[in-house]
């Protein structure tokens, strides 16, 4: 989609987004070669700040391409939010029921028709203790798996630092940078033409994750941890240490 086709409404979500985020961040946005041009493709990014949807939005708005999300249900309701919302063409995923799979099917629709569609496979934000990533969920395994479109790896960094997870108050100085790198497409050939059986889907997922993991440990400037954060296990020895 280019800038011609971007339309009314994600043209009035950035003129009422961008200003505030232009003066609260500087930035530094690296890897915008790696955005397609034109045809389809998923962005799969990391996910550790409520700021970090409207931040990704302004780095990817600025490529020309702009992202269809998968958001909560609940994010439709509020009148003027949800007027923009599925004006802007977002995706409405209701966790856990049936609609939840007319998501995907809309995903695949989107992708089909030459759009974008951006994941955060993590679900919510990210419950690692140092914010690296966690094992993803595998709604974006199943798309890339069925279109065969590119997937873009996208690690983003700064959000966090102004509004870190679960904090109810910003902290506006110093001035804060939003930093992000997006990767190039992510191989996943080994896996075209198989069955999306449930352990196809698991590896393709942390395929796709790792490499935003390794993305963000080149934003941070530090290695990153082995493997990928996993709460359910966390917990799990949680309660037998307990």
Request: proline share 10%.
């Amino acid at each position: 989609m280019s800038r011609r086709r971007i339309g009314f409404w994600y043209r009035l979500a950035a003129a009422i987004a961008k200003p505030p985020l232009i003066v609260l961040f500087k930035r530094d946005w690296r890897g915008m070669e790696n955005i397609p041009a034109e045809g389809g493709f998923l962005t799969a990014v990391n996910h550790n700040s409520y700021l970090d949807p409207l931040l990704y939005a302004h780095f990817q708005y600025n490529t020309g391409r702009v992202p269809r999300f998968l958001a909560k249900a609940s994010l439709f309701k509020p009148f003027f939010v949800g007027a923009i919302m599925r004006g802007t063409g977002q995706i409405p995923v209701i966790r856990a029921t049936t609609d939840a799979a007319a998501a995907y099917r809309a995903a695949i629709e989107a992708v089909e028709k030459g759009e974008c569609v951006a994941f955060y496979p993590e679900g919510t934000l990210t419950r690692d203790p140092d914010l690296w990533p966690m094992v993803g969920k595998t709604g974006v395994a199943r798309v890339a798996l069925l279109t065969q479109a590119p997937v873009i790896p996208i690690a983003q960094w700064g959000g966090n630092e102004f509004l870190p997870p679960y904090a109810k108050k910003p902290s506006f100085l110093p001035r804060k940078t939003h930093r992000v790198l997006a990767g190039p497409p992510v191989d996943l050939a080994a896996w075209y033409g198989k069955e999306p059986t449930a352990e196809v889907l698991r590896e393709i997922t942390a395929t796709i994750m790792g490499a935003v993991k390794e993305l963000l440990a080149e934003l941070r400037g530090e290695p990153a941890p082995p493997g990928l954060y996993d709460p359910r296990q966390a917990a799990r020895q949680a309660r037998e240490g307990a």
